[in-house]
Nanobody, 123 residues
Framework: VQLQACGGGLVQAGGSLRLSCAAS????????SAWFRQAPGKDREFVAA??????FYSDSVKGRFSISRDNTKSIMYLQMNSLKPEDTAVYYC???????????????????WGQGTQVTVSS
C-alpha cells in the first residue's frame, strides 16, 4: 500500500490543522493505521492509531487530537486542535495489516509509511 500525507503547515499556538493520509494500492479497511511524528533532534514518537474502529492516543495529544478514517475513500485524518509549539514536527502516517494492540504504538511494527508533512506551531 502507498501512503500520501498532506495538510501540514504553519499555525499559531492554539490553532488547528487537519492532516490527511490517502492510501492507494490497498484499502485501509483491513489495516491498522497510525500517525507518528519526529521533531528535530528527537526520536520518532507515536501520536495516534486506528485499528478496527478503536482509537489510541499518546498522552501528550489525548483530548486535543482526533484520529479518524474513511474506509470507503481510504483516507485517514488527524484533526489537531489546541496546538502547542511542542507539537512542531514532521508528521508521518503509517499502516500495516498485522499489528496487535499491544504493539500498536511501536513504529517498528509498521511496514508502510507516507513521506511526512511538516507541522510548525508558532508561539
Amino acid at each position: 500500500v502507498q501512503l500520501q500525507a498532506c495538510g501540514g503547515g504553519l499555525v499559531q499556538a492554539g490553532g488547528s490543522l487537519r492532516l490527511s493520509c490517502a492510501a492507494s494500492g490497498r484499502t485501509f479497511r483491513n489495516y491498522a493505521s497510525a500517525w507518528f511524528r519526529q521533531a528535530p533532534g528527537k526520536d520518532r514518537e507515536f501520536v495516534a492509531a486506528f485499528r478496527w474502529g478503536s482509537t489510541f492516543y499518546s498522552d501528550s495529544v489525548k483530548g486535543r487530537f482526533s484520529i479518524s478514517r474513511d474506509n470507503t475513500k481510504s483516507i485517514m485524518y488527524l484533526q489537531m486542535n489546541s496546538l502547542k509549539p511542542e507539537d512542531t514536527a514532521v508528521y508521518y502516517c503509517a499502516a500495516d495489516r498485522e499489528i496487535i494492540v499491544g504493539v500498536i504504538r511501536d513504529g517498528k511494527q509498521y511496514d508502510y509509511w507516507g513521506q511526512g508533512t511538516q507541522v510548525t506551531v508558532s508561539s
